[in-house]
Nanobody, 122 residues
Framework: QVQLVESGGGLVQAGGSLRLSCAAS????????VGWFRQAPGKEREFIAG????????RYADSVKGRFTLSRDAAKNTAYLQMNTLKPEDTAIYYC???????????????WGQGTQVTVSS
């Protein structure tokens, strides 16, 4: 089992920044890929970014490319999502998840955090 806890969400004005954290505990050796997803009201949960834990290779959705950046601190078993130039359409609950392959498909991710709310005001 891997437990994930997200933090760092909040209310920010358009154009602002937030940094989300995803702290992993438990069987952290099982962490191969950390993915970030978001779900806005009435919409499907969508992939926005992911990182291979070993190689640090990354993948971003077009909607966030150039604005969001992934990083990780292996010693702390924590992944980060730096979000810059936020837009009102970025408003959603943000989730981190752990899986085995760097894919957009949420069904490929086995463990999920509880989510953190990000609200961007115009």
């Amino acid at each position: 089992q891997v437990q994930l806890v997200e933090s760092g969400g909040g209310l920010v004005q358009a154009g602002g920044s937030l940094r989300l954290s995803c702290a992993a505990s438990g069987r952290t050796l099982s962490v191969h890929v950390v993915g970030w997803f978001r779900q806005a009201p009435g919409k499907e949960r969508e992939f926005i970014a992911g990182m291979d834990w070993s190689s640090r290779s990354t993948r971003y959705a077009d909607s966030v490319k150039g604005r969001f950046t992934l990083s990780r601190d292996a010693a702390k078993n924590t992944a980060y999502l730096q979000m810059n130039t936020l837009k009102p359409e970025d408003t959603a609950i943000y989730y981190c998840a752990v899986g085995y392959s760097l894919t957009y498909n949420r069904d490929e991710y086995r463990y999920w955090g509880q989510g953190t709310q990000v609200t961007v005001s115009s």
